[in-house]
């Protein structure tokens, strides 16, 4: 069976009523990503991160999977469909997407401030899922620490991607949706293609940077998708 890795940014999720953060009038022009999704806003304002992510689970919740969501799932009928994204939402799981693994993290799911370091090489056994639910200061887990996001926060390592450029390199067609590929180090993630490999970009945006192995379907998610199944279905 052909392997297909999906790369997905906010972009796949917008169509669905979530903000993206670095276009206009994204949550980035609303929030100093310094105060609410760093290391560093952590150790000074940890409730203010805390309700930042409560926000973003509130507004999960009142949301769906689109259509893109729902045709990168599908992919899985016939192909082995791996999708690494930016995202921390859960709308791909909603969608039906089965080997989802999440670059920065997941909102729906907290840990121990002090696990899933260097020390305990990264490991989610203390990571749980707390659905929609709101986390406060002074929620502590099993070993009495304070409750975090487990999100990847600005100034720390992105543990998974190794995984990521694994599975990149085993693809035989790379897809990437919904992001301008300016958020590093998920940006590079491409050009760990197999030469052979077809590499197709869904954004609507032109790409601010010329590489002739990229094929650029300029349309949103849920428009892109349905012109990518059409060529996929065609080739």
């Known amino acids: ?7 997905t940014g906010a972009g796949v999720s917008a169509e669905s009523g979530l903000g993206t953060y670095r276009d206009n009038g994204g949550l980035w022009d609303n929030y100093d ?6 290391a560093e806003g952590w150790a000074r304002n940890p409730g203010k991160v805390l309700d930042f992510y409560n926000m973003q689970r509130r507004n999960l919740a009142k949301v769906q999977p689109n259509e893109a969501h729902r ?31 999440h670059l920065h993290g997941e909102v729906t799911k907290v840990r ?24 406060s ?34 693809a035989d067609i790379v897809l990437i949706v919904g992001t301008s590929l300016s958020v590093y180090p998920a940006a590079s993630l491409y050009r ?30 849920t428009e892109g998708m349905r012109e990518f199944c059409e060529k996929l279905g065609r080739s």
Request: glycine content about 6%.
């Open 71 to 101: 045709l990168i799932a599908e992919l899985e009928k016939k192909y082995r469909v791996d999708v690494i994204t930016q995202n921390v939402d859960n709308l791909h799981e909603r969608a039906g997407s089965t080997h989802v693994l």
């Open 137 to 170: 200061l002074g929620d502590k887990a099993p070993n009495g620490a304070q409750l975090r996001p487990h999100i990847v926060f600005f100034g720390e390592a992105v543990p998974k991607l190794m995984e990521a450029i694994d599975l990149v390199a085993k």
């Open 192 to 221: 760990y293609a197999r030469p052979e490999a077809p590499i197709w970009l869904i954004d609507p945006k032109p790409l601010a940077f010329h590489d002739p192995r990229i094929q650029q379907i300029e349309k949103v998610a």
């Open 112 to 135: 121990p401030e002090n696990s899933y370091n260097d020390f305990d090489g990264f490991s989610e056994k203390q990571v749980f899922d707390v659905g929609y639910g709101e986390v």
């Open 1 to 7: 069976m052909n392997r297909i890795a999906v790369l």
């Open 33 to 38: 990503p310094m105060e609410v999704a760093s």
